[in-house]
């Protein structure tokens, strides 16, 4: 029967995996000329597997693992093991004899994962003297521990309110409602997390309900404003020790935008793009509030997307509650992985992974045109002490010639085994899905990648591939094949796919200029201007000139902001938007077929499969057969496609 790792045995596994990264580390490091792909290149790479594996088991664990004995041991162990990987990072002997290594002895894949290598130990201080080397590895142990204390700060928070009676629950879907009932004292109680929270923020007809959700949501983790104000503070130290003048420019360094003026040129793009149709957007919410409020002359955060709701119900006659009796979460599932084994020629085997971690995590084996390509693990479901967001992490990565691949996809869904009826889905949790799994196909498909280092792509890149996939669940040929109400068992009707997909384009330029907001807020936290502010104070300043909705004042927010707690979104948050606009570009190749599998297994093969083996922008221009460019977003999000 399958069992949750226990504490000892991961402390043991995980101790061997550090005891033969320091052997292999000695070993490079008294490594002497000649130096080849054979006496360098393969035990770094060996090294990289071990602190990968190490890592990605223990950050598994943090997040999910409901023992937490066990998320502490794995928070002590993944600290030891980003030491020993900065350790190595910092070797100079490892840096030369990369250097010493005959080019022409390495096809380009090699050369390219030296050169990177390289890049990564530069950028981490291999060039630095004695001194400066250890202060900024201190430095880097202080971030782990801030970000560990972030994540787990936001992780035990869960917050509730207290209805004032069962009128509270008008406007919500008759499910949710049968799930929050009175409790022994009479008090119904709304939570946090996302099964709770976005229906209820989307539906709920009471104002003062609405706005008490949102700001105990936005209050959670009031500790994470210092641990924030520090983690900024840090950064900065450790980029200027590093010969950089802020964090930002540091964070975008290796990133397909390069430099923190260019991302500024993308925000001033992008801003032309969406400003007339954001503010033609907002005039009709709140034209569509003052039937409420009289007089009104502000959107409230707490209120934007009850009203979008209700003038996506009237505009187009589209009410998302008509789609819910047909997105029941099992049946979502399971087109999920019809749909990926038909576009890229993957088949998914129940299985029982036999060091679960809980009872609801379901496991698949994968193939790949027939060929073993791994296992994914499904954790989708809310509980006490697990992340509450929505991510994918693997579980051991992929690495050609070396290891099978076993990645986990962390999702806050509605669980059909605590509910009186079906786990019925709003549309938008289905985008999630499709979005996150997207990431779960891109760790497959890049199986067969040799080297760690090259396994992922540029960090603005990584979310194109999941945002790609999300087109599809607005698909009337896709939903046909799985959509059907849960009662009558009917098909989903082709008028209401017709008004869903008319729904979804309103609404459109508002979520880019909220995007957009959010990336600046990252970047204005890091570009060295204040490093260590109150980050409540560098959000209002950014909300003051780039918001459209009236803000809840007086909450710990950014406190609670989950992207903030590592190196990859803090400055980069603007990598959501930057890959969507090259996600709608990857589209205008399947000419509006997106079932069409010729152009599907192209795109699995020249965009998923390399990984980072090429420059992201060299991916797309041997898919697309040109350079990318903005033109299909800028239509999108002017309401011109």
């Known amino acids: 029967m399958p069992a949750p790792i226990t504490a000892e045995l991961l402390e043991t596994r995980n101790r061997e995996r550090l005891t033969r990264a320091e052997t292999l580390l000695r070993q490079l490091e008294s490594a002497s000329a000649p130096f080849t792909k054979g006496s360098v290149i393969a035990p770094l790479n060996d090294l990289h597997v071990e602190l990968h594996n190490l890592g990605a088991e223990c950050g598994i664990y943090i997040a999910m693992h409901p023992d937490q004995t066990v998320q502490q041991l794995a928070e002590t162990l993944q600290r030891e093991g980003i030491e020993l990987g900065q350790r190595q990072l910092q070797s100079r002997r490892v840096y030369d004899a990369l250097g010493a290594i005959d080019p022409a002895s390495l096809d380009a894949v090699e050369r390219r994962f030296v050169d990177i290598s390289r890049t990564d130990m530069r950028r981490a201080g291999a060039l630095l003297g004695p001194a400066e080397r250890d202060r900024a590895r201190a430095l880097r142990a202080e971030l782990t521990r801030l970000g560990q204390d972030h994540a787990?700060?936001?992780?035990?928070?869960?917050?509730?309110?207290?209805?004032e009676g069962t009128h509270e629950l008008d406007g919500l879907p008759a499910d949710y409602i049968a799930t929050h009932q009175p409790g022994a004292d009479g008090t119904i109680r709304i939570s946090t997390n996302p099964p709770d929270h976005q229906p209820f923020m989307t539906y709920a007809h009471s104002d003062r309900a609405r706005k008490a959700l949102q700001t105990v949501y936005l209050d959670r983790?009031?500790?994470?404003?210092?641990?924030?104000?520090?983690?900024?503070?840090?950064?900065?130290?450790?980029?200027?020790?590093?010969?950089?003048?802020?964090?930002?420019?540091?964070?975008v360094e290796d990133r397909m935008v390069l430099t923190p003026e260019a991302l500024d040129g993308f925000f001033t793009e992008l801003d032309d793009a969406s400003r007339d149709a954001a503010k033609a957007e907002l005039a009709v919410l709140l034209e569509e509030k003052r039937i409420d409020h009289?007089?009104?002359?502000?959107?409230?955060?707490?209120?934007?997307?009850?009203?979008?709701?209700r003038v996506k119900t009237?505009?187009?006659?589209?009410?998302?509650?008509?789609?819910?009796?047909?997105?029941?979460?099992?049946?979502?599932?399971?087109?999920?992985?019809?749909?990926?084994?038909?576009?890229?020629?993957?088949?998914?085997?129940?299985?029982?992974?036999?060091?679960?971690?809980?009872?609801?995590?379901?496991?698949?084996?994968?193939?790949?045109?027939?060929?073993?390509?791994?296992?994914?693990?499904?954790?989708?479901?809310?509980?006490?002490r697990k992340n509450k967001w929505f991510f994918n992490a693997p579980l051991r990565l992929g690495v050609g010639g070396k290891q099978i691949g076993h990645g986990v996809l962390c999702c806050n869904f509605p669980d059909p085994t605590t509910l009186s009826g079906p786990a019925l889905m709003e549309h938008a949790q289905v985008v999630t899905y499709f979005h996150e799994f997207g990431h779960l196909v891109h760790?497959?498909?890049?199986?067969?990648?040799?080297?760690?280092?090259?396994?992922?792509?540029?960090?603005?890149?990584?979310?194109?591939?999941?945002?790609?996939?999300?087109?599809?669940?607005?698909d009337y040929a896709v939903l046909t094949r799985f959509a059907t109400h849960v009662d009558t068992g009917a098909p989903i009707p082709a008028d209401l796919v017709k008004r869903l997909r008319a729904a979804r384009n309103f609404g459109r330029a508002i979520r880019t200029r909220?995007?957009?907001?959010?990336?600046?807020?990252?970047?204005?936290?890091?570009?060295?201007?204040?490093?260590?502010?109150?980050?409540?104070?560098?959000?209002?300043?950014?909300?003051?000139r780039y918001g459209l909705f009236e803000p809840i004042p007086g909450t710990a927010w950014p406190a609670s902001w989950e992207h903030m707690d590592t190196d990859h979104y803090s400055a980069a948050y603007y990598t959501y938007i930057w890959s969507q606009t090259i996600?709608?570009?990857?589209?205008?190749?399947?000419d509006g077929d997106l079932m069409n599998t010729a152009v599907s297994r192209r795109y699995r093969d020249k965009i998923l499969a390399p990984g980072g083996t090429k420059p992201a922008a060299d991916l797309v221009r041997d898919f697309l057969g040109r350079p990318y460019d903005l033109r299909a977003f800028k239509e999108w999000v002017a309401g011109r496609d």
């Open 583 to 590: 996600a709608k570009d990857l589209h205008t190749a399947f």
């Open 443 to 474: 760790g497959l498909a890049r199986r067969k990648v040799p080297f760690v280092r090259l396994s992922r792509t540029e960090g603005d890149f990584m979310e194109a591939p999941s945002t790609f996939l999300e087109d599809w669940i607005y």
């Open 294 to 309: 009289p007089g009104a002359t502000t959107v409230g955060d707490w209120e934007w997307q009850y009203y979008l709701n």
């Open 152 to 163: 787990r700060n936001i992780r035990d928070d869960t917050r509730y309110i207290a209805l």
């Open 314 to 384: 009237k505009r187009f006659h589209f009410d998302a509650q008509e789609v819910r009796p047909y997105l029941e979460y099992g049946r979502v599932r399971q087109a999920i992985l019809d749909l990926n084994s038909e576009l890229f020629g993957m088949s998914f085997t129940p299985a029982v992974h036999e060091e679960r971690w809980h009872p609801t995590v379901e496991s698949f084996d994968v193939t790949i045109d027939g060929d073993p390509a791994g296992r994914i693990s499904l954790d989708m479901h809310p509980r006490e």
């Open 514 to 544: 909220q995007l957009l907001m959010r990336s600046r807020q990252s970047l204005a936290l890091h570009d060295g201007t204040r490093p260590g502010a109150d980050p409540r104070v560098v959000e209002r300043e950014i909300n003051e």
């Open 221 to 251: 983790a009031p500790e994470n404003v210092e641990v924030l104000a520090a983690l900024t503070r840090t950064r900065h130290e450790l980029a200027r020790i590093l010969g950089y003048p802020n964090w930002a420019r540091y964070n």
